[in-house]
């Protein structure tokens, strides 16, 4: 049974919510659009015969919206959590996914060949050289690697966007730093083919995005401890003024970055 966190903050109506969260912290995230999962699986000419490994896969959202474009998926992720968040997912959307804990420098050679290995949120966290070096051992000739991340458009979403950013970095410890895709690949047998980028504005409540905070692994409830709430309300305030009812306009961009393996 996962923990359970519960959250009392003060409101600006000055009513106290609770919040129940089991951990589930990605549903809060930005979601990938699903435009995006087609135009890929069309640029890399997937089909059911092809074989996906996710890396990271976290709570399955990358792995799950290329379940209709490929024959089998395989997750891989080091925290149990997220895993059981994913298998859950799985069984609810009746989904076949084989995943394993681990890291990538831990996947066993009898998983070759792998068609398209597929990395979201994850880049950040891999250990380039041992990973790099995996993919060489697994994936096919001609196969392809995605580097993807779907995130809020700060320059389009407004003022609260950049606020909502500085205010969790004035929070955030050992800030992780992304590599470009092409600089995590360069030396690789994999040559970059081309990238894909889909934008979706929509309405997001306040205390949506407070939560989505509790997902970035530098904010996590593990890290920020009894500073939790006073990082919450901080973020909510950042955020509130430029609210209507509660909800902000958000504009989310997801794109990647596509390589294929020569030969």
């Given at each position: 049974?996962?923990?359970?966190?519960i959250?009392m903050?003060?409101?600006?109506?000055?009513?106290?919510?609770?919040?129940?969260?089991?951990?589930?912290?990605?549903?809060?995230r930005?979601p990938?659009?699903?435009?995006?999962?087609?135009?890929?699986?069309?640029?890399m000419g997937?089909?059911?015969?092809h074989?996906?490994?996710?890396?990271?896969?976290?709570?399955?959202?990358?792995?799950?919206?290329?379940?209709?474009?490929v024959?089998?998926i395989?997750?891989?992720?080091?925290?149990?959590?997220?895993?059981?968040?994913?298998?859950t997912?799985?069984e609810?959307?009746?989904?076949?996914?084989?995943?394993?804990?681990?890291?990538?420098?831990?996947?066993p050679?009898?998983?070759?060949?792998?068609?398209?290995?597929?990395?979201?949120?994850a880049?950040?966290?891999?250990?380039?050289?041992?990973t790099l070096?995996r993919?060489?051992?697994l994936?096919?000739?001609?196969g392809?690697?995605?580097?993807c991340?779907?995130t809020?458009?700060d320059?389009?979403?407004?003022?609260?966007?950049?606020?909502?950013r500085l205010?969790?970095?004035?929070?955030?410890?050992?800030?992780?730093?992304f590599?470009?895709?092409q600089?995590?690949?360069d030396?690789?047998?994999?040559?970059f083919?081309t990238a894909?980028?889909?934008?979706?504005?929509?309405?997001?409540?306040?205390?949506?995005?407070v939560l989505?905070?509790?997902a970035?692994?530098?904010?996590?409830?593990?890290?920020?401890g009894?500073?939790?709430?006073?990082?919450?309300?901080?973020?909510?305030?950042?955020?509130?003024?430029?609210?209507?009812?509660?909800?902000l306009?958000?504009?989310?961009q997801t794109?990647?970055?596509?390589?294929?393996?020569?030969g």
């Open positions: 049974m996962q923990p359970t966190l959250i903050t003060n409101h600006m109506s000055g009513h106290f919510l609770r919040h129940h969260i089991e951990g589930q912290y990605w549903q809060y930005e990938y659009l699903p435009k995006f999962f087609s135009s890929a699986a069309e640029a997937l089909s059911h015969a074989r996906l490994l996710d890396i990271g896969c976290g709570g399955g959202a990358v792995a799950f919206g290329f379940a209709p474009f024959g089998s395989i997750g891989v992720d080091i925290d149990e959590r997220a895993l059981a968040v994913a298998r997912e799985a609810r959307s009746n989904l076949k996914v084989d995943f394993i804990r681990g890291g990538p420098e831990d996947l050679d009898h998983l070759a060949p792998i068609d398209v290995v597929t990395i979201g949120r880049l950040a966290y891999l250990p380039r050289e041992a070096a993919f060489e051992r994936v096919s000739p001609g392809h690697v995605l580097i991340e779907t809020t458009h320059g389009l979403s407004g003022s609260w966007a950049v606020a909502y205010t969790r970095r004035r929070w955030a410890k050992d800030q992780p730093r590599p470009r895709p600089v995590f690949m030396g690789s047998p994999f040559l083919k894909v980028a889909m934008r979706r504005s929509r309405q997001v409540s306040v205390e949506d995005l989505r905070t509790l970035f692994a530098p904010t996590t409830p593990d890290i920020l009894p500073k939790t709430e006073a990082f919450l309300q901080d973020v909510r305030d950042a955020i509130s003024p430029d609210a209507v009812d509660g909800m306009t958000e504009v989310i794109s990647g970055s596509i390589f294929q393996r020569k």
